[in-house]
């Protein structure tokens, strides 16, 4: 039996992890594929290589020699025919960044995903707020499969943490993450908020607001190094979450989260006890208070610790090898 794993971009985003997870899972016990449609292209002209990802996921779904074909939200635009297998994940659904030219697109888009979901034979999603989401639609084939991580990966001796922050000029004063620098993510009210504080006020990943904070740009393991050394991180996401990985891998370091809760964030954030704030007015106030009170490390770690890779690969092949 062959299963193929499609997304459609190149982006480390949340869903794009969760489905590097589905592969890691599959891939020992099953003949297993990881196919990736997106756009290759980096300057403007990636528009016009748009048209490409459609024709890119229409081939994939003529293939023949596919027994499971597991597709991401805009990949299950075309399904895989019997007898083959079809299930979407839908990480989150949030067309709230696209350019506007685009947006009369993705809407016709979303319009046709949703009405070929109905003959999916699963719907994979990640918190119980999609789960509630699809429910209210009318969907019936549902199943819920939270994230995985490697808790091992999240061990890290003071020695190294203190090596980071000297190499990063970030010594002397609390450091505050606030997010991935992108405007969804909602660094620019974050910062805003923060500005007046005596911290250091940090993004990562690609620079795409000019903001006057120290912006990082990390490997893997700097970019938790980064979540470590930070005494808050901020998820203050302006869209409907799937989860959050970035609070999730917070929370394994132990370190204190304040996040909008927008989405299955909510869910996450409440089950370790984290800190929700809906306005930005009253982000500062919740800062301080997390300085001062620590101990959220602790209590987040003890709930997000409970998501690991064995029950996820255990959920995955349980849905895998169903008859339903």
């Known amino acids: 039996m062959k299963i193929a794993i499609i997304n459609t971009t190149y982006q480390k985003y949340g869903g794009s992890i969760y489905t590097e997870m589905i592969f890691k899972a599959l891939s020992k016990d099953f003949k297993s594929e990881f196919i990736n449609t997106g756009v290759r292209t980096k300057s403007i002209l990636k528009y016009l290589e748009a048209p490409l990802v459609l024709w890119r996921i229409f081939e994939f779904s003529k293939r023949k020699n596919i027994a499971i074909a597991i597709k991401n939200f805009e990949a299950s635009i075309f399904l895989n025919q019997k007898p083959a297998k079809n299930i979407a994940v839908v990480y989150h659904i949030d067309n709230s960044s696209r350019p506007f030219f685009l947006k009369p697109f993705f809407f016709m888009l979303e319009k046709i995903v949703f009405a070929n979901l109905k003959k999916f034979?699963?719907?994979?999603?990640?918190?119980?707020?999609?789960?509630?989401?699809?429910?209210?639609?009318?969907?019936?084939?549902?199943?819920?499969?939270?994230?995985?991580?490697?808790?091992?990966?999240?061990?890290?001796?003071?020695?190294?943490?203190?090596?980071?922050?000297?190499?990063?000029?970030?010594?002397?004063?609390?450091?505050?993450?606030?997010?991935?620098?992108?405007?969804?993510?909602?660094?620019?009210?974050?910062?805003?908020?923060?500005?007046?504080?005596?911290?250091?006020?940090?993004?990562?990943?690609?620079?795409?607001?000019?903001?006057?904070?120290?912006?990082?740009?990390?490997?893997?393991?700097?970019?938790?190094?980064?979540?470590?050394?930070?005494?808050?991180?901020?998820?203050?996401?302006?869209?409907?979450?799937?989860?959050?990985?970035?609070?999730?891998?917070?929370?394994?370091?132990?370190?204190?989260?304040?996040?909008?809760?927008?989405?299955?964030?909510?869910?996450?954030?409440?089950g370790g006890g984290q800190v929700i704030c809906e306005n930005f007015l009253h982000l500062q106030e919740k800062v301080k208070y997390c300085l001062a009170h620590p101990e959220f490390g602790a209590r987040g770690y003890n709930y997000a610790k409970n998501f690991i890779a064995e029950r996820f690969k255990k959920q995955w092949m349980d849905l895998i090898n169903s008859s339903d």
């Open 121 to 270: 034979d699963k719907i994979v999603v990640i918190s119980s707020y999609w789960e509630d989401f699809f429910r209210g639609k009318g969907f019936k084939n549902l199943t819920k499969i939270y994230c995985a991580f490697d808790v091992e990966e999240f061990d890290f001796s003071k020695e190294e943490i203190e090596s980071f922050k000297k190499r990063h000029h970030l010594t002397g004063k609390p450091i505050i993450y606030i997010g991935n620098c992108t405007k969804g993510k909602g660094v620019v009210e974050s910062y805003a908020a923060l500005k007046d504080l005596d911290v250091y006020l940090v993004t990562s990943g690609k620079k795409r607001v000019n903001l006057p904070v120290t912006n990082l740009e990390l490997d893997r393991r700097d970019y938790l190094r980064l979540l470590k050394s930070s005494s808050v991180v901020i998820t203050m996401s302006k869209f409907k979450e799937g989860w959050n990985m970035t609070a999730h891998e917070a929370m394994l370091c132990k370190t204190p989260v304040i996040g909008s809760g927008l989405g299955g964030m909510r869910e996450l954030l409440e």
